[in-house]
């Protein structure tokens, strides 16, 4: 039988961040793992029980001007990189990391973990409860609906929903 073994408290100071940036706001209850391989920008609030899952390896990188609602998890572990001006809603999901597909005999737990970045592009917006998949690259200026289930990559400036989220349409650039 395998042996678990704690990640530790979650509890963390602001000098333990690989960076942090002016004017980030923690509500109360949130946890963070590993912050030396977490970046915070400037502008960035961080809602009530949001965790912020740093790994001993990959970097997890928050741009400016960000806003991660109240119950988030963000895996860091395969690298997860979120640009400026983003909107997380609550509940999100972020995984950097899932078990590869393992024998039909095996136990999954004990399959290899595949590690697997993910990007969000400057502008995004995630409605609340969407999950992110390892791997996937949203674009700039994406809006993924709430609940949304994002398995493949989407492309700048898209509409996005479901599950699996499919793009719905692209939006028009405004005209100055």
């Known amino acids: ?10 509890d963390f100071a602001r000098e333990d961040f690989r960076s942090l940036g002016q004017n980030v706001i923690f509500e109360a209850g949130c946890l963070v793992f590993h912050p030396e391989n977490i970046e ?5 609030y961080i809602g009530h029980q949001a965790i912020l ?3 001993y390896k990959g970097l997890m990188s928050i741009g400016n001007d960000v806003w ?4 988030c998890f963000l895996h860091g572990a395969g690298g997860l ?13 972020i995984l950097t990391s ?4 393992p024998a039909a005999d095996q136990i999954i737990m004990e399959a290899p973990i595949r590690f697997q970045p993910v990007h969000i592009g400057d502008g995004s917006d995630l409605g609340a409860g969407a999950t992110i998949l390892p791997g996937v690259r949203i674009g700039s200026y994406v809006q993924v609906g709430a609940g949304a289930l994002v398995n493949r990559d989407l492309p700048d400036n898209s509409v996005a929903a ?3 989220a499919r793009v719905l349409r692209i939006r028009e650039a405004t005209t100055a």
């Open 98 to 101: 899932a078990h590869d597909q």
């Open 40 to 44: 915070l920008g400037d502008n960035i």
């Open 53 to 55: 899952k740093g790994y």
């Open 81 to 93: 990189r979120i640009g400026n001006g983003v909107g997380i809603g609550p509940g999100v999901r």
């Open 1 to 10: 039988m395998k042996r678990f073994s704690s990640h530790g408290s979650g």
């Open 162 to 164: 479901g599950v699996p």
């Open 68 to 71: 991660i609602g109240q119950q």
